[in-house]
C-alpha cells in the first residue's frame, strides 16, 4: 500500500511526475528536457527507485497501472505519458508546452 500512496502522492501533488533510477541514461536524458522548461522546482517531482526502499514495489505498482514497466516513466498533469521517447516526441511535435500550459 505505501507504494501506491507514494506514487499516487508524487503525481497529484507535481505538474510533472518523474520515477526514475539514478544511472538510466534515458531518465538522465528526460530530467534534462524537463530540466530546460524554466518551471518553479515545486511543479516538478522526481523520485530515485533506486535510491528508496519502495522503489522496486513503486515500479511494480505503476507496471500494473500504465502497463510501462521501464523507466523513465513519466505523468504530466496526473496524466501518463510514457517514457523518454513520448516525452522527446510530445517535445518535438509541441505537444510538450500544451500539455504544461493546459495545467
Known amino acids: 500500500m505505501a507504494a501506491k500512496q507514494i506514487a499516487d502522492k508524487l503525481i497529484s501533488e507535481h505538474l510533472i511526475a518523474v520515477f526514475s533510477k539514478s544511472y538510466c541514461p534515458y531518465c538522465s536524458r528526460a530530467k534534462s528536457v524537463i530540466s530546460s522548461l524554466g518551471l ?32 523513465p516513466n513519466i505523468f504530466i498533469n496526473e496524466k501518463h505519458l510514457g517514457g523518454c521517447d ?14 504544461i500550459s493546459s495545467a
Open 86 to 99: 513520448d516525452l522527446l516526441r510530445a517535445q518535438s511535435e509541441g505537444r510538450l508546452e500544451q500539455l
Open 40 to 71: 518553479d522546482s515545486s511543479k516538478v517531482g522526481i523520485i530515485e527507485l533506486d535510491q528508496t526502499k519502495e522503489g522496486a514495489d513503486i515500479q511494480a505498482y505503476l507496471a500494473d497501472e500504465t502497463k510501462q514497466r521501464t523507466v
